[in-house]
C-alpha cells in the first residue's frame, strides 16, 4: 500500500508538466472547435504556441526537482530535459511554420494544431521514461498523431498514400519494438531499464541469447522511426506526401526522440553487453545510412525528398556517435540540436516557395530566388551551409564532435567513411544555392509572396540558433555533458 500511497505526491506531478499541459490544451483545442465554428482561425494556433512555451517553462522548472516518478517509470534529469526542450522547441517551429499553411490549404486548424501537441506530449514522455512499457506507451501517442498529421491534407492523393505508407510500416516497426520488450521481461522479469541493466550486470545472467535477440528487435523497431538504413524505405515518400510543416515536424521531433530512446536504452540497459557488438551493428547501419542517403539525394529534383534522403544520410552521422563510446553520447546531442535547427529552416523555404497545393518543389523552382527575395535565399544558404558542415555554422561542429568521439574511440575507418559521405553531401546542397543565386527567376519565384510573420520567425530564429551553435557550441555541448554525466 506504501507504493501506492505515494504515487501522486505533487512533486510527481511537477515532474510529469510538460506532458499534462500539453495533453490538456490539446484536448481543449477539440472541444473548443465546434464552439468556435472557425474552420481556419490563427486563434488555435495561438493557444497551441501558448501551450508549448507554458510546457518549455515547465520542462525546466521539473529539472528543479530532479528524480524519479511513479514507481521509477519516469525520470526528470539533464538528459530527459535536454530533449523534452528540443522537442518542445520543435513544435514551436512547427506550429509558425503552419500559420500561413493552414490558411493557404484552407484546412481545419483546431485538429491540426491538438494533433501536433498530442505528439510532442508522446515524445515528451519517451525523452524521460526509465520504462520500457512508458517508451512504448509514448511512441504510440507520438506515431499515431504523427500517422493522422502526415495525411491531413485528405483532399490531397500524395498525402493520404504518404499517412498510410507510415502508418503501415510505422506498426510494423513498434510490433518489433514491442517483441523486443516482450523477451526483455521474459528473460529479466522487469521492464525498468535501471533493473534490467542490474540483472545484466549481477550474478544470475539470463541467457545472452534471449538478451541479444531482445536488443536486435528494439533497433530494428528504433531504426525504422529514426530512419537508419536498412529501414528507411519509408523515409522519402512520407516527407514528400505530408504537408510540409509536418515533414519539417517528423525530420526533427520523433527523430530526436527515437534517438533520445536509442541512447536511454543502449547506454543504460544494454551498455555492460553491448561492447562486442555495438561496433558492427551500429556501425554497419551508419555506414549504410550515411552511403544510402547521400547518393539517393544526389539524383533527387524534388527538394523535399532530396532532404528526406539527407534526412537519412543524417541518421548516419548519428549513428556513428552512438557507435562510438568515448564522448559519443554528448555529441550525438548536440548534433540533433543542430540538425533540428538547420532542417526546420530549410523546410520552411520549401513551405513558404510551395504555393497552394504545394506545386513548386522541384530544385527549378528554386532559380532565382535571390533576386526576388534575397532574404529568404540568405536564410537557406545558412541552412544549406550547416547541413553540409561549413564552418561557422552548427552542422560544423556536430559533425566535428561525432568525428571525434568515432576517433577516440579507435573507429577511425567510420570517420573516413563519415568525412566522405559529408562530401558527397555537399554536391546536392550546393546545387540549391546555385539555382538560387545563378539562375535566371522561375514561375515560382517570381511569383512568390512576402513573408508572413509566423514563417519570418521560423526562418529567422533557426538561422540565427544555427549561427550561434557554430560559434559558441560549448553551450549547449557542456550542458549535453554535464546530462550524460548525471544519469
Known sequence: MHASAGFFSPVDLVRFLPEIILTVVGTFLMVLDPILHKRSSHAFGHLSLLALIAAMGGSIYAYTEPGKSFNDMLVVDGFATFFRVLVIGVGIFTVLLSYRFLEREDAETSEYHALLLFSVAGQCMMAASNDLIMIFIGLEISSI???VLAGYLRDDKRSSESALKYFLLGSFATAFFLYGVALIYGSTGSVNLSEVRRIITGPDVPSPVFIGLAAALMFVGLGFKVSAAPFQMWAPDVYQGAPTP?????????????????????TTAFEPMSIAWQPVVFGGAAVLSMTIGNFAAL????VKRMLAYSSIAHAGYLMVALTARDNGTPAAMFYLVAYAFMNIGAFAVVAHLSGKGERYQTLDDFAGLAQKQPLTAAMLTIFMLSLIGVPLTGGFFGKFYIFKAAIESKMVWLSVFGLLNSAVGAFYYLRVLVMMY???????????????WGLGTALVLPAIATLFLGIFPSWVLDFARSATLLK
Open 145 to 147: 498523431s504523427s500517422y
Open 246 to 266: 509536418v515533414a519539417a515536424f517528423l525530420s526533427a521531433g520523433p527523430k530526436a526522440a527515437a534517438f533520445a530512446i536509442f541512447l536511454r536504452i543502449f
Open 299 to 302: 539524383l533527387q529534383s524534388n
Open 438 to 452: 545563378m539562375h535566371e527567376p522561375s514561375k515560382a519565384s517570381s511569383e512568390v509572396e512576402p513573408l508572413p
